[in-house]
């Protein structure tokens, strides 16, 4: 099987071509045009996104079809990216799917984001396959998941308020980095001398108490929004002592902490809980090098394995769009002609239940 995946959620229009099955996949070619125009205005604007998808689609699409040296005729499918997202950014790849699709008699396979983020590692490496345990971080979403199979997700924990990726985009902007602003923390960070020599802002770990058990609420479930008013509180000290410069690499790295021991102590809890020895990050917070490692050395002891995708496809892009499609076209889903782009949805075969 052979499938056209397009993905137009947010800011990056992609498409590539995937084929193979779950179990031995091959990406064939992958295409993404970032929107760098959203830098000026220090966050997504809507309308301008879907413009720039509108100008962009087609020729990644032909980029993506050339680069891989196929043609439309050698597709078995297109899948695009149908939720959740901006409607707008969604619906011109939607309404492009379809169209390419029809005019070809191909079927076109609804993918869910999210979805997407868990099988971006996949294609790099054929290991990071159910079960697992799934950290997916992004711009929009911070999600703890259970993966007994493909297609099975069970919810463990959540955000209560912001994104991760939210997080460090508000953190960076108050440290005066540019958009988005988690690559820029994190090497910010990384010039602050370690915690252990007393150097870094100490920032409380959201809802990591402890004594905490699993029938606690916020047993898995993490919230950044409590964090991101303490580091403002340690802006705005360290600004009115005129020590800012001296102390913005420290805050960042405190922040980034806080975050990274609460994130690895929530997927510990989730891993143990399933008895699971792989993890798979998602997301474009998976980027974060500090993340992955400190995620490594605590399961090191367990003997577990953390996968997370390279910063290609760990941030938005078609190929994951393509890989979790090829699935739900050999499970036979195909989209009827009236599907739409919708803002928000749950992750299909999503489900939660007593841990
Ligand atoms: O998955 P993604 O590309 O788009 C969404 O679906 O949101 O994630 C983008 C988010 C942004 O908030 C960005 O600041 C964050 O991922 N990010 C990082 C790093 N690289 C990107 N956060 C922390 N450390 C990084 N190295
Ligand atoms: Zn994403």
Known sequence: MRVLGIETSCDETSAAIVSGTPDDMQLESLVILSQDVHRLFGGVVPEIASRQHLVGIVPAVNAALHDAQRSLGDLDAIAVTHAPGLVGALLVGTSYAKTLAFSHGLPVVPVHHLEGHLFATLLEQPEAKPPFTALLVSGGHTLLLDVPEWGRYQLLGQTRDDAVGEAFD?????????????????????????????????????????????????????????????????????????????????????????????????????????????????????????????????????????????????????????????????????AAPDMTATASLPIPGIFSGKF
């Open 170 to 334: 508000k953190v960076a902007k108050l440290l005066g980095l540019p958009y988005p602003g988690g690559r820029p923390v994190e090497l910010l960070a990384a010039t602050a001398e370690s915690p252990e020599h007393g150097h870094a802002h100490y920032f409380a770990r959201p809802m990591l108490r402890r004594r905490a058990v699993v029938t606690d609420d916020d047993y898995f479930d993490c919230s950044f929004s409590g964090l991101k008013t303490a580091v403002l509180y340690a802006v705005r000290r360290a600004e009115a002592a005129g020590d800012i410069e001296q102390q913005r690499a420290s805050i960042a790295r405190g922040f980034q902490d806080a975050v990274i021991d609460t994130l690895v102590e929530k997927v510990y809890r989730a891993a143990k809980l399933r008895r699971r020895s792989r993890v798979v990050l998602g997301g474009g917070v998976a980027c974060n090098g500090a993340l992955q490692q400190a995620m490594r050395e605590r399961f090191a002891g367990r003997n577990g394995v953390v996968f997370a995708p390279t910063p290609r496809l760990a941030t938005d892009n078609a190929a994951m769009i393509a890989a979790a499609g090829l699935f739900r076209a050999l499970q036979g889903e195909h």
